[in-house]
């Protein structure tokens, strides 16, 4: 399977996680929490607002245009911190982490 589809998989897993979590949200944030230029917009959003309306969006658009992907991705350690105990959550993540951080 290529990347591609792998990261496509993977982010329908963390979806999918998210979903069964009841971390999903119906609304998006304010539009000025996308403002921000802080690292996972800590200073605007949730570490699942981050994840469904910045992280994965974002994934999926380089996808769709073929742009390369990140190849030094490592997010499971912000939310082993910022969201401790879901255990689930971070083990899918660290299966993107996995596939993308690639060292040169």
Same mark, same amino acid.
């Given at each position: 399977?290529?990347?591609? *589809?792998?990261?496509?998989?993977?982010?329908?897993?963390?979806?999918?996680?998210?979903?069964?979590? $009841?971390?999903?949200?119906? @609304? +998006? +944030?304010? +539009?000025?929490? #996308?403002?921000?230029?802080?690292? #996972? !917009?800590?200073?605007?959003?949730? !570490?699942?607002?981050?994840?469904?309306?910045?992280?994965?969006?974002? @994934?999926?658009?380089?996808?769709? !245009?073929? !742009?390369?992907? +990140?190849?030094? #991705?490592?997010?499971?350690?912000?939310?082993?911190? $910022?969201?401790?105990?879901?255990?689930?959550?971070? *083990?899918?993540?660290?299966?993107?982490?996995?596939?993308? *951080?690639?060292?040169?």
């Amino acid at each position: 399977m290529s990347t591609e *589809n792998q990261v496509r998989e993977i982010l329908q897993d963390i979806e999918q996680v998210m979903h069964e979590l $009841a971390l999903w949200q119906s @609304m +998006p +944030p304010e +539009p000025d929490a #996308f403002d921000s230029s802080e690292p #996972f !917009a800590v200073d605007t959003m949730s !570490a699942e607002q981050w994840l469904q309306w910045i992280l994965i969006p974002r @994934m999926y658009a380089l996808l769709a !245009a073929e !742009a390369p992907l +990140p190849t030094r #991705f490592a997010i499971t350690p912000y939310y082993e911190v $910022a969201m401790p105990g879901v255990v689930r959550l971070h *083990n899918v993540l660290q299966r993107l982490d996995d596939l993308l *951080n690639i060292e040169d």
